[in-house]
């Protein structure tokens, strides 16, 4: 079983829906939860940063961790079509703050 | 852009040969990691480098090594070459002692093709 576990996808909405992502684990110590979006053939781009439980909001993003049932996920409100890309969940625990363990990415499709 | 630049883009290499990738990271950081990619997967940890030295390491043999110049540079070596080594290979620089999120930038990555 792997550590994190992310849904597969691929998803495709309409533009202006609400996309949820989502993703599960398995390592109770885990502390640090991120979202990066990745285009196709480029690096992967930070989106939202949460540290333990709890929400963050910024823009159409909102990041939201349960370490109780060790499930966190990411909103996109009014979906746009540049929003689509690939979608990956990382953690990383304290002390290796750095050495972030990934999801296997969500491909979004945002339909005009 | 995030200032993390990386080299080659692309490169082709045959079975059993060996393969250096650099990285240049942004300016400011100190930390180093390195990560793969296969197609279609999420990117896997490979090894992590702070002040020219190996600081944590993800489950690769050795056959990959690394190095960290004194400008906080880096390079990533595979020796041997297999097959399954195809991917895109990403570099991530980031700032110890600050929170990871919000400093851990990535390259656009050197995509490996072993034949």
């Known amino acids: 079983q792997k550590e994190v576990e992310q849904d597969p996808g691929p998803l495709s909405v309409p533009e202006g829906a609400i996309v949820s992502l989502n993703c599960t684990y398995s390592n109770s110590a885990f502390q640090y939860f991120m979202w990066y979006r990745q285009y196709s053939r480029k690096g992967p781009e930070l989106l939202m940063y949460?540290?333990?439980?709890g929400n963050k909001e910024d823009g159409r993003f909102t990041a939201q961790v349960d370490k109780s049932s060790k499930y966190i996920s990411l909103f996109i409100r009014d979906s746009q079509p540049s929003d689509s890309a690939t979608y990956l969940c990382?953690?990383?625990?304290?002390?290796?703050?750095?050495?972030?363990?990934f999801g296997s990415g969500t491909q979004l499709t945002v339909l005009p | 852009e995030t200032g993390v630049t990386q080299s080659p883009t692309h490169l082709i290499k045959t079975r059993g040969q060996q393969v250096t990738l650099r990285c240049s990271s942004q300016s400011g950081h100190n930390t180093v990691s390195w990560y793969q990619q296969a197609l279609g997967q999420g990117p896997q940890f490979i090894f992590q480098?702070?002040?020219?030295?190996?600081?944590g390491r993800g489950n690769f043999p050795p056959r990959f090594s690394g190095l960290q110049f004194p400008n906080y540079s880096s390079e990533l070596n595979v020796n041997a070459l297999e097959l399954d080594d195809s991917a895109l290979y990403l570099c991530?620089?980031?700032?110890?002692?600050?929170?990871?999120?919000?400093?851990?930038?990535f390259g656009e990555g050197s995509w490996l093709t072993v034949v």
């Open positions: 991530a620089s980031s700032s110890a002692g600050t929170g990871p999120g919000n400093t851990i930038y």
């Open positions: 990382a953690m990383s625990v304290a002390g290796s703050a750095r050495q972030l363990t």
């Open positions: 480098y702070y002040r020219e030295e190996e600081n």
């Open positions: 949460t540290y333990s439980s």
